[in-house]
């Protein structure tokens, strides 16, 4: 069962940042949160994850509260390849198994 | 580096058919894992192979069973299909066991009529 709650859906404009809140209240303290996004009809695709600190790559940047129960996955400049939906994942490191939630329908606008 | 590719993309069956989708993973990965995707469901993991073995199974029914091979490509099975069992089918590989990152494939649109 997937541990974590994201809106249903949120509307982005284009070249603006887009903020993607993830509430895990039940995190324990050796899960890590992970975000994965899926495009229409394509397989997901990694986009980053964290633990504690938080976490920048060339696709977005994470930030995690101080008390770990909930984090933002930051888009910094929206385009409109980044429509699609996007999963927030607790899981352990050495969990193999991905339970994916209903995750957060993110549409950008030109 | 290639990516994940499975085959076929898409796939017409009959009810009572059985199916076999085929995995090849990054180069040097040697853990593939399987999913299904359908509106009502989500995402649901099947099963997960590396060097050979299934390491952990998902909640599904018999009817659906996979293995690996030694090159670290994957197949899974789908006996006595049902209408329900129409999904996308996803293959996800990763470098080994503990490093985290998953990578996936296109997926193998199914369709039972």
């Known amino acids: 069962d997937a541990k974590t709650t994201q809106p249903p859906s949120m509307d982005c404009a284009e070249g603006r940042a887009a903020n993607l809140p993830c509430n895990h209240s039940t995190i324990s303290g050796n899960e890590y949160v992970y975000w994965y996004r899926q495009i229409h009809s394509q397989g997901p695709q990694y986009i980053i994850h964290g633990l504690k600190n938080n976490e920048t790559n060339e696709m977005a940047s994470l930030i995690i509260t101080e008390d770990r129960k909930s984090s933002t996955l930051i888009l910094p400049h929206a385009t409109l390849r980044d429509t699609a939906v996007y999963y927030c994942?607790?899981?352990?490191?050495?969990?193999?198994?991905?339970?994916f939630g209903a995750g957060t329908t993110v549409t950008v606008r030109a | 580096k290639a990516g994940v590719t499975q085959t076929p993309r898409y796939l017409i069956k009959t009810r009572g058919q059985q199916v076999t989708l085929s995995c090849s993973p990054i180069s040097g990965h040697r853990s593939v894992s399987w999913y299904q995707q359908t509106p009502g469901q989500g995402l649901q993991f099947l099963f997960e192979y590396f060097s050979e073995t299934q390491r952990n199974k998902g909640n599904f029914p018999g009817r659906f069973s996979g293995r690996q091979f030694s090159n670290s490509r994957s197949e899974m099975n789908v006996s006595t299909l049902e209408l329900g069992d129409s999904a996308l089918y996803l293959c996800?590989?990763?470098?080994?066991?503990?490093?985290?990152?998953?990578?996936f494939g296109p997926g193998t649109r199914l369709t039972v009529t």
């Open positions: 996800a590989s990763s470098l080994d066991r503990v490093f985290g990152e998953q990578y």
């Open positions: 994942i607790v899981r352990t490191y050495d969990d193999y198994k991905l339970s």
